[in-house]
């Protein structure tokens, strides 16, 4: 990646599989299309760190970020990690000029650094889903991918089934179990999730790419 753009197959190190092998989070795709992306897992599952580490790659693959964590819910984890997002949005009425800035700037791919977005909490897409599908959509022109974290792939956290369509299409990694939802979602949504047997660490779970999964434990960045 360079400094202008989100380059072809952009990837970035997410963790190992039980076997030793790196298991990498794709920013971009081989065409140059930002990749988003979703994290699924209950609080003290990881899904903090999971997305700390995406930053932490991201930042040294040339890509500003942007953390949205409404009422600052999540920060004290992340100042555990050591990892600093460029810009950190803990209020609604931010969130959605942000956001609409963002989309307005026009050919944004054209003159600034590739952003990564993270979203720590379903609060920060509940009630602004149509903005986030909006960006979602234009994100090819503005160089932007977006990456959620949520507890559990229903609606309610959401606030539209196309927004988490967006999100969880091309890649999600699920950590240990999730809040209780029907198996036609969790099929739907997150192919190949299974509910753990017995217990659970936190930062393990499973990385979907584009079809290929792999048993993952996600490494502090």
Known sequence: MNTTTLTAAVDV?????????????????????????LVAGLTASGGTTALARIAAGAHQAGAAT??????????????????????????????????????????????????VVLVDGPQGLIGEAAR????VRRSPL???????????????????????????MDQHLTLGRLRPTTPEVLADVLPG??????PTRA???????RGALSQ???TRP
């Open 193 to 198: 999730y299974a509910t753990p047997q017995g």
């Open 13 to 37: 190190p997410l963790g190992t599989t039980p076997g030793g092998a790196p298991v990498r989070w794709r920013l971009a795709d081989h065409t140059g299309r930002p990749h988003h992306g």
């Open 132 to 135: 986030w599908t909006h960006l």
């Open 66 to 115: 942007a953390l949205f964590d409404l009422a600052g819910q999540n920060l004290l984890h992340w100042q555990d990690t050591g990892v600093r997002p460029g810009r950190v949005i803990t209020q609604t009425g931010e969130l959605a000029a942000f956001l609409d800035a963002l989309v307005d700037g026009g050919a944004r791919a054209a003159d600034r650094e590739p952003l």
């Open 142 to 168: 503005l160089n932007v991918a977006v990456v959620a974290r949520v507890y559990a792939p229903g609606l309610e956290e959401f606030g539209s089934a196309l927004l988490r369509d967006h999100l969880a």
């Open 203 to 209: 930062g393990r779970g499973v990385h979907y790419l």
């Open 216 to 218: 993952v434990t996600v």
